[in-house]
Each structure stands twice: as structure tokens, then as C-alpha cells.
């Protein structure tokens, strides 16, 4: 049951961390469910099943109404569409019927709307508590010593062990990872879990605390830890009672900093993508407007049409590199695989290059031993070529001269494209490969435009050839970037690399 429950995750495109929250579900006996934005059911946890006795196909959409109380079907039904409409908490009690006994048990359901970082439902998480009996819900809410120290040893997601007052009476090492507090500081029995609260943070600790004491889980929610360094980590919390009698509970955390640095990037790749495109869209309607004039001299007339082929250019490229990066992700980009001659390849990317610049002057240095020929996606690799002939001109304003070199090594050809330019602090070299990457340049804004796709797709494409790109960069000095792709089993040859004169 739950292999399949993991399938129903992974088919809804859960983030990693809601995936750990329902893992962590599985080992306390609630039911937990999910649905769409829209409201629409699809996956409850196998405790639903358990009570309930039903399969999938009867309970997805409204299927699961069925099991409701017909005299509670019409309340519930307007509160969960009212929170849907809403995007607030979804709370509601009602009667569930028991699919082995037919007798019809009280529960509390609540439901958490999954929000991205512009405010939009994403997806809609909740549980269904039994109230029927508060002595049986503490009974029910114990798990046993066997299924704790399995999840608590395991270290997949930090695990605490405290009690409502906020004490911390265990805690494992991923949590001693996250905070930075040792698992010996904590079990020392004066930890608190004030003690690495930030203080804006406290109440709503307290109201996840009444929940817990109320229906004896408390649904994921996100809050904010100061390490001992005196960092604060943003992170994924939930909580459920392991002993009701006693009052302690289980917490998971899981530190989504990477999740938010994520979200803030994706944030400003947005608004650098807003600002690239209408930059030539400016230009574009201010030369249509000066045609609309009927300029009388022909010259200033093509002039403007130039430009406007040029502006066109620079926003299908764009256009161009955003749906290949989509295809990449979603495992659509389509690759060739021909023979083809590397050499006339990269003189023709050269070629409309040169074209489109005045600054610089390219020179390629070409083979001595003559044609080489690789097995690949001409077009594809010739993009390669291009945004990497494309990105020395850009991070070298002051420089007059791109140099690019074909040569083999033994088992690979490899292309260098090296320019005379600012040059890439150490630091950054590890991600510029990265998707949205700009490095050291997205701190200087206006100084060099781009949405740092150019290299993360020259590098997806070099690596489904088997091929790699490297960096070697000195700030100040300029960058030289080399492709190796694979020759052909038949075309490898012993010897080292070897580059040619300037054509």
C-alpha cells in the first residue's frame, strides 16, 4: 500500500518535502488526504482504506462523500467548497462510517492549502481525525517503540521527540545537522523549544501546539529556527502525539532553505525575463513608429529594417532557449544523430556570429590534420557553439578578439572558445552550468543582460553525447571554455590534442 501511495506522489508532482511529511503520516495511524487546487480528491493514505474498505475508484473527486453521513453530506460539501473558493483552512466534523461494522464514527477533518511563493493554491493537504473518544485517540495515537527509532534512526528528515510544555527530550542527527545543537545538548533535559525560536515565531507555535492537544496532529506548516551559529533556517514542521497520557509528541523538520533559495531565484529569473524581452520590444515599436513616419531617404529605411531583423533575432532566441530548457526538463528535446563535418559546422556558426557583432573579431584556428567528423545533432551542437561564441563577447566588453580552436585528443574532439574578458571569480565556476546561473553578474545588473540559459543548455547538450565542458577563468583576465565530444570508435586515434593555424 505503501509503494502505490509513493506512485500517487510522484504522478501528482509533489514537492520533496510534502513527500517526507506523508511519509512520516504513514507511521502514525490518521487518515491523510490530498487534492488539486480545484478541490478534486485524489489520493487519500491507506488508513482511509482501512476503515473505510474502499479502493481508489470509489473515492476520488467527491467519490469519498459516500461515506459520509447523509445527514452531514450537504455541510460538509458547502465547507469544503467554501475553503476551496477561499484558500483558507478547511474545518469540519462529520460522521464516517465504518466500512467493516457499518457503525458510523466522528471525525474532525482538516485540510492545509499548499501555497507557491505568489500566493496560488498548489495543492491542498489535510487529515481525518477519529474524535469519537478522546481515551481512544490517545490509544490510537500512540506508535510503537519499533516504528519511532526506525524513522528516528534513519536521519532522512530531522526527528524530535517533545512534550507540549516544549521541552525537547530526544532529538536525532539530521536535527542536530539543521540546528547545529547536539543530540547530547538536547536529551541534556534544559532544551527548550524556545530556545531556538525566533520570537515572531512563538505564537504560532502555540496555535500548531492547541491544535495538537485538540485532534492530536498538527498538518505541516512552515516556521523559522536560529541555529547556534545564530543563523536562521527556514523549515518544514508537523507534529502528532505518540502518548496522549503523557502529552508527548513526534515532530519532523525538514530545513527547505534550498527549496526558498529556489523560489527567490525563480522569483528573479521572472523579472530579468520580463526586462529582456521588452527590451526589444521597445526598440522595435519605437522603429515601426519611425517607419510609420514614411521616412523619405531608402537608406534610413533599411536601416530601420535592420534593426528590426536584428531585434526580432535577439527575442526568437530568447523564445528559443526558454522552450528548450522546458523540453529538457520534461524530457522532450528531441536529438539527431548524423555524421557530420565539426569543422564547417562551427565556421557556420562563426559565420552568423560575426554577422550580428561589430565589437569583436573572431578567429578560428583550424585542424592541421584535416576534417573531423563526430556523430551527433548538427543544429543542436551548433547551438552549442553559438551561445558559447555569444557569452565571450558579452563578459568581454573591452576586449576586440574571440579565438576558437578545433582540435582531437585520443578519444574525443574537442572545441575551446576562449575570450580576453572579465573573467569568472573562483568561487562561481562550480554553477555556472546551472540553470538561471548568472554567477557573479546577477549582482551587477544592467552591466550584462542575459537569463544565464546559455551555458546550462550548451551544457545539457554536451552531456547527452557524452561529451563535458570545461572551465578555466581568471578574473580580470578572461575565460576559455572547452567542449569534448566523442569521435566516432572508427575515428579515434592515439596522439595528444593539437591545434591548427588562424583561417
Known sequence: MFHDM????????????VLSAIKVAETIPHIVWMARPDGYREYFNQHWYAFTKTNREQVHGNGWLQWVHPDDRGKVLTAWRAAVQTSRLYNVRYLLQNGRTGAYHRFLSRGLPLKDTHGHVTRWLGTCTDIEDKTSLGKRGQISEAQFYTLFESNILG????????????????WAHITGWTPTETRSGTFNCFSFMPSAFREQHLQATQELVETGICLPYESEIERKDG???????????CDHEHQTYIAFVLDITAQKELDKRK??????????????????????????????????????????????TILTHLVNDLLDVSKIRQGYFDYADDLFDLDLMIREAIEQVQQATTTHTLCFHVPEAGPIHIVGDKYKLEQVVTNLLCNAIKYSPQAHDVDIFLGTSENAAIIQVQDYGVGIPKQYQHTIFNRFDRGAYSQRKGVFPGLGLGL????????????????????GKGTTFSVH??????KRRDGTVSYGRCS
Open 6 to 17: 509513493e506512485n500517487d506522489i510522484t504522478h501528482a508532482h509533489l514537492s520533496i518535502e
Open 159 to 174: 526527528v524530535v521527540l517533545g512534550d507540549i510544555q516544549g521541552n525537547i527530550l530526544d532529538a536525532n542527527e539530521a
Open 231 to 241: 543563523r536562521r533556517v527556514p523549515i518544514l514542521t508537523g507534529k502528532a502525539l
Open 267 to 312: 522569483d528573479e529569473f521572472i523579472s530579468l525575463a520580463c526586462h529582456e524581452i521588452k527590451t526589444p520590444l521597445t526598440a522595435l515599436k519605437l522603429l515601426v513608429q519611425r517607419l510609420k513616419q514614411k521616412q523619405k531617404r531608402e537608406e534610413d529605411q533599411e536601416r530601420s529594417l535592420s534593426l528590426i531583423e536584428a531585434q526580432t
Open 456 to 475: 546550462y543548455l550548451a551544457h545539457e547538450i554536451a552531456t547527452h553525447y557524452g561529451g563535458d565542458i570545461e572551465i578555466e577563468s581568471e578574473e
Open 485 to 490: 565530444l566523442p569521435l566516432p570508435h572508427e
